[in-house]
Every structure is written in structure tokens, then in C-alpha cells.
């Protein structure tokens, strides 16, 4: 049976875009809204699915070839366009830091592997709206590429083996709950939430639920009728109703999604999609809705154009309110998209332009020009270091080759503070200071110790279960890296307001039970660290100046930035350290306050709390480099 075009899958996509754009407008009752991008997985699965399920059976065979160019005609054009416009318009909006790591990012968007090189802590998701990539938003694409890729290959096995659709639907049961299994079985989200988060094997399962569907329907559609019918309409109204809420209640960093929690949500779009293709019922009279239908149809170029056009056109460079500012921002993304797909997209994709094998030429002439155009924007030089690199191996807290065998080996512990010094500090000290650089734990989002609740952006929470255990997670960090020197840097989490319960009054650092907190969290991270063979030197917090977000300034972020906070961490540090002698402080906070423009130069800390790639490498540079190298010599005995 041929499938008929299902225009409430249309008002689906546009649906799950609307939730994606709020998100990525940092709306407060849109948290949830990354998982717009969860219910496009499906759909992708179940509609791929569907296509060649239905050309097997009418045929008996299956054309790789023409399945993978009609998905290239589709996909690749406005792609490399998006990526094309961004490489060249680079020097007009992006920063240093970007810019930098610029190359890899549009080398590996354009091969598909992008999900992969953001999997490391530098692109943490939790943390997409404060150093991201102009490319952040291609993850998912990647993963969408993969499945194409790869996916005919099984589909043309499975059904080979006899069977049908039972044999495919067996085949992707077994392998989504192996996709499951990767999450439960992680370990300690801390460490693990990028890599499930990106993962292209964490997230099948959210593919391989539209896949299932897919093998249930006949001609797009799941074939029911009667009592069936208006139960399907019934669990589609609830399905709905928990995936909006998802939209507004979830977050990010929520552990339950990770174990399990996408396999569960892509569960509720399935039925959702079921519910959207059957002949009558609520699920599809409002996803039939015109509006959400057009914005469906257009949703592909507007999710590639609306990442860069959000960034271009942020608060501080436009001034605007942030309601002025999400119509701006939605109306450019929409109407260049329905540009790009009326006059770009549908003439390649129907082969009115580029007929036969000129698309193949035009396509691989198209990435050439774009990667050579991207390898040649970045302002620094490809490295030859033993081999040509694709990726020179920036990753932030994973490094490079070691001079020797015998070279101190450095690793840094912290927050997302210290994250952004490593940018600067790892590299000088393989290239200046003689040493290798191994992975640490700096953990984005979270603090060192764990008391009660934290209140942060003017909201009160519980500590997120992947920053609970921070001194266990460091030791065991150190126990597989084995580093000579624990390098550590933490503070901007600690100095936040805390409370014991949701009654309980307000207190911070200089009252006694945090004092006694932060001091119990210090010993014992220097304690697990120094067990491994590690020599700590602890680096003292220089105050910082929380920024406002999206125009607005907390009580509570003023609060944290009171410096008495910071001189208090750092007294308790220094107690500390007289009683273990394998602790080293190494006084940053003083050295930053003789800088030109003092502790919060914004040549060297952008926004008041991290350090940007330049201020990190000059401080590295001048002071911080040579001093902890000396600290080790002097504590190893080897001079200096």
C-alpha cells in the first residue's frame, strides 16, 4: 500500500520547531524544549522507515543508491549553504574563542560527525547559551545523518533474512534496548551526561521508536479501526499533554532522561505520530492547523538559518526587550526559510536544477569549496604534529602529545571557572612548560560542595544529582589519568546563597554550617586527590561579577559576587593547607588583582566569571605557568 502524504505530520514538525526556537530563546516555561529535536528523531525513523518498508514491497528490492540521493537532494543543499554563510561571516560577529575553534567545528558539521567533537565537556548542552558554536545546532543532523547512512544497510539485511517487517521490527526492539542500556549503565552522570546527551548510540532510541511504529503502520498510517481508533485518539490526547508538559518542565541536566528518559518520551511521540495519521481525532485536527502546517514545511531551513540568526541578533548587540527581540528573531528565521525552500530547496530536491550526475559534481565541488573555505578562516595555522589532523585535539580538558615519558603530567579539577583557564594554562604547559596534560574533571555546573539547596538566577534547587559526590568523582578521575599535579580552581558555585530546606533562612559563606561544608568538601577532594600520588595545587578564587541574563540582575547573583565570599573561601583554603603538606596554594585571586584592569579586566574575563581563551593563555603566559611548575619542582625535589 502507497503512503499518502499526512498533513498533520506537518503541523507536528512545526510544533516540535516552535518548542526548539523558544528554547533556544531561553524562555523560563519553554525548559523543556530542547526535546522538540526527541519527537524529530522519531518521526524521522518512522517516516524513513515507512519509505522503505513500502519500496521493498512493491518492488521486492531496495535502491541504496536513489534512497541515499533523494536524502542528499533533500538535506545537503541548504546544509552547506548554512555552513557556507556562517564560515564567511564569521570576522563580523563571532568571538575569539569561537573563531578559533571555528575549522573543526564546520569540518566536522559538513562530514556529519559534529555530535561526536561536541560530546567533550567544551560543548556541554547545559551551557549552550554561554560559549556556544554558530554549529551547536547540528548535533542532532549528524545523528540524522548517521541513521540514513547506515540504517538502509540494516534494513536491507533484516529483511533478507525473511520475515518482513516482524524480522525489522525484532531487529530494532533488540538494538533500542541496547540504546537504553548505554544510559542506565553510564556510570556517574557528571562524567557521562555529554557523552549521552551527543552520542549517536545513546540517542537511537529516540529513531528507533519510529522505526517500531513504522513496521506496525500500513501506508503511513497504523490500521485501526472502531473501539482501537478511539482508544488510539484517546492515548494520543495524553501522550500530547505529557510531551507538552515535558516542554515546559524539563531540563537539560534532568538525570531521568538519560536513564531511560528519551526512550520514554520518544515513546509518547510515537504514539503521538500514530495518533496524527489516523483518519479522524483531536491529536490530528490541531496539528492539521494551517499556521502550524506552514511552519512545518518549512521547518527544515528555519532549524539550520535560526541558530546563527539567534546568535547574531542577541540582546546586547540589538538592545530590544526580550518579547521585541523572539518576533524579530522568529520572523527573519521564517522568512528566510520559506525563501530558501520555495527558490533553494524544492528545485534540487525535485531535480528541476542539477539534473542526473551534475548534482553529485555540484555537491562534492559545493563541501570542497566550503571546508577549504573554512580551513582557511581560522586564525591559526593547521598543525602537522606527527600527521595531518582533522581535529587538532583542542578538547578541553584532553590533550595533546607528550614531549616524554617522563614529563610531569598536569590535570585540572574544578568548574566551569577552571574549564576556561585550561584553555590557556593546557597548552602552555605542554608547549612551554615541559609536561603532558591528561584529563581532570572539571564538571560545567557544578561547585565542589553539596549543601541543601543553591539559589541561582533568583530560583532555589536542589544540587543536580550530576554535581552531588564532586571529591569522589575527582579521585577517581585521578585514579585512571594518574596526573603528578591536581591543578584546582573552584569558587563561582560556592559563593551562591544556600539553605537547608525550603523554610529555612538564607545563609553563605562566613556563616558557620557552609563554612563547615566548603571545609569538609576541600579535605576531602585534597584527601582523594593526593591518594592517587598527586601533588594538589590549589589555585585561589578571584572574585567574580555574575552577569545579568537576558537583561536582568538577581539579588541572589549580587549577592555572589560580594567578595567578602571569595576572601572567605580562600581563608579556608589556607587553613587547609597548613595542615597537609601536599597541598601548594598558588595565589591567582592576588596576582589577578595587580592586573591593569584588576580581578575583572574584561580583557581577560568577558563576562565577570570566566576567563576567555586569550586572558587564560596571557595569564598562563606572564605568571600562572611558570608558578606551578615551580611548585611541583620544588615539591618533587627536582629543583627549580
Known sequence: MQSVHQPALDGLRGACLIAVLLFHSERSWMSGGFLGVSTFFTLSGFLITTLLLEEHEASGTLSLRGFWTKRLRRLLPAATLTVAAVVASAPLWL??????????????????????RFAGGEYAYTLIFTDP??????????????????????????????????????????????????????????RAQDRLYYGTDARAAE??????????????????????????????????????????????????????????????????????????????????????????????????????????????????????????????????AALSHRFFELPIRRAEVLR???????????????????????????????????????????????RSTEAPRFAIFGDSTAASLWKGLGPWLREEGG??????????????????????????????????????????????ARPDVAIVLVGSWEARNRRTSPDAKTIALGDPEVDAAARSAIESAVDGLTATGATVVWL???????????????????AASDPARMDRLNEIVREIAQTRPEMRIVDLATFLRDWPGGE???????????????????????WLGPEIVREYRQRSGSGG
Open 95 to 116: 568571538d575569539g574563542t569561537q573563531r578559533e575553534r571555528l575549522a573543526d567545528d564546520a569540518l566536522a558539521t559538513l562530514f556529519c560527525v559534529v555530535n561526536w
Open 600 to 622: 575583572l579586566d574584561e580583557s581577560i574575563r568577558t563576562e565577570g566569571v570566566h576567563f576567555s581563551t586569550e586572558g587564560a593563555s596571557e595569564i598562563a603566559r606572564r
Open 207 to 336: 529513531l528507533l521508536a519510529g522505526v517500531l511504529l513504522a513496521c506496525l503502520a500500513r501506508g503511513g498510517a497504523v490500521p485501526l479501526r472502531g473501539a482501537a481508533a478511539r482508544l488510539l485518539a484517546m492515548a494520543g490526547t495524553i501522550a500530547a499533554i505529557a510531551i507538552l508538559a515535558a516542554w515546559s518542565r524539563a531540563e537539560v541536566a534532568d538525570a531521568w532522561l538519560y536513564r531511560g528518559g528519551f526512550a520514554a518520551y520518544a515513546l509518547a511521540s510515537a504514539i503521538v505520530i500514530a495518533a496524527a495519521t489516523a483518519p479522524r481525532g483531536p491529536v490530528r485536527a490541531v496539528l492539521s492547523a494551517g499556521t502550524l502546517r506552514g511552519i512545518g514545511e518549512v521547518s527544515y531551513g528555519a532549524y539550520l538559518y535560526h541558530w546563527p540568526i539567534f546568535l547574531v541578533l542577541s540582546a546586547e548587540r540589538t538592545g530590544l526587550s526580550p518579547a521585541t527581540l523572539l518576533a524579530v528573531r522568529v520572523a527573519i528565521t521564517l522568512a528566510l
Open 133 to 190: 558554536s554558530p554549529f551547536q545546532h547540528f548535533w542532532s543532523l549528524a545523528i540524522e545523518g548517521q541513521f540514513y547512512l547506515v540504517f538502509p544497510l540494516a534494513v536491507g539485511l533484516a529483511l533478507r533474512l525473511g520475515g518482513g517487517r516482524r524480522t525489522l521490527a525484532v531487529v530494532a526492539m533488540v538494538l533500542l534496548v541496547g540504546s537504553v542500556a548505554i544510559g542506565v549503565l553510564a556510570g556517574p552522570l557528571q
Open 356 to 402: 542526473g550526475r551534475s548534482f553529485g559534481f555540484a555537491a562534492t565541488g559545493a563541501v570542497a569549496a566550503v571546508a577549504a573555505l573554512a580551513l582557511a578562516s581560522s586564525p591559526i595555522s593547521i598543525e602537522l604534529r606527527g600527521h595531518l589532523a582533522l581535529h587538532r585535539a583542542r578538547e578541553i580538558l584532553e590533550v595533546g602529545t607528550a
Open 540 to 558: 585561589t578564587s578571584p572574585r567574580i561579577r555574575v552577569p545579568p541574563r537576558k537583561g536582568r540582575l538577581f539579588d541572589s547573583d549580587r
Open 435 to 480: 609536561g603532558q596534560t591528561v584529563p581532570g574533571s572539571a564538571i560545567l555546573g557544578c561547585g565542589l560542595m553539596t549543601f541543601g539547596e543553591i539559589e541561582n538566577r533568583g530560583a532555589w534547587r536542589k544540587e543536580w544529582k550530576m554535581c552531588r559526590g564532586m571529591p569522589e568523582a575527582w579521585r577517581e578521575s585521578a585514579e585512571r
